[in-house]
């Protein structure tokens, strides 16, 4: 059947319609699952706190060497600030949501990141020893940064997470140290390793460098947020890697972006 032309321009007019609202829900599911990863991740270091809060409750109930009221308040000053962490990232996703459009926005602010690497280490510290690995931290006692701390928060606790999920329960190193045009992050682990086809497409949204069996959400979301945010840091990441060899993630964050103290 011929159709007349101004049918044809209206079923155009029609599947270009469907077609953006197919683009719509891909969106909106996008984003819900980027939600549920970013507020997902932070719950595992969070439920720690509280469980070992529990087992020092209960143990003071049935032992002489009952936990101090000192040992409490330190474990509820790291649960507050956990959880104070949890709710800036949840207040934050709108933010995050708008990476797809560019219009994502830094806060920047002086803040040490050698104490936010000791706080990654820390927070990730349940789920490595739950999988056999150990964190070894290598930073300088303060290096002081202008920038968005809960960018570099987020962009370190998802690849410290990687690591620690595809590290086959080894060693993860993480390190900090100053270079001539800014600073260095290193995150390395010894697991599973990335081929060469895969390094270059794991910052992409929902791609995974491992099979959808070998592990629960994978490489694809997390990556993703960090390569957006690293991308508008004006910051680089490289990937050094290969299969059985393990991973590392080096990032270098530019001399204008940290103002370096």
Do not use: C
């Amino acid at each position: 059947m011929v159709l007349d032309e101004d049918t044809a321009a209206r079923i155009g007019a029609l599947e270009r319609q469907v077609a953006e609202l197919r683009e719509a829900v891909a969106a909106r599911d996008a984003f819900l699952a980027m939600a549920a990863h970013e507020l997902r991740n932070p719950m595992t270091p969070i439920l720690a706190h509280v469980q070992r809060l529990r087992r020092l409750i209960e143990a003071a109930g049935h032992s002489r060497n009952a936990p101090s009221r000192d040992d409490l308040a330190a474990g509820l000053a790291r649960l507050e600030r956990l959880v104070e962490g949890y709710v800036r990232r949840a207040t934050t996703l709108l933010e995050v949501s708008r990476m797809t459009t560019g219009k994502r926005s830094l806060v920047r602010e002086r803040f040490d990141l050698a104490e936010l690497l000791r706080d990654v280490a820390e927070a990730a510290a349940p789920a490595a020893q739950y999988a056999g690995s150990r964190i070894a931290l290598d930073t300088p006692e303060r290096f002081e940064i202008q920038g968005d701390r809960l960018a570099m928060e987020q962009i370190l606790d998802n690849l410290v997470s990687n690591a620690v999920k595809y590290g086959l329960g080894r060693p993860i190193d993480l390190a900090l140290h100053a270079a001539a045009d800014g600073a260095v992050v290193t995150v390395r682990d010894r697991g599973i390793g990335i081929s060469a086809a895969d390094q270059s497409r794991i910052f992409g949204q929902f791609e995974r460098a491992v099979s959808q069996g070998a592990s629960a959400g994978g490489f694809g979301v997390g990556l993703w947020v960090v390569g957006q945010l690293v991308d508008a840091m004006g910051a680089r990441i490289e990937v050094t890697s290969s299969p059985g060899e393990g991973t590392t993630m080096t990032l270098r964050l530019p001399q204008n972006e940290t103002d370096i103290t």
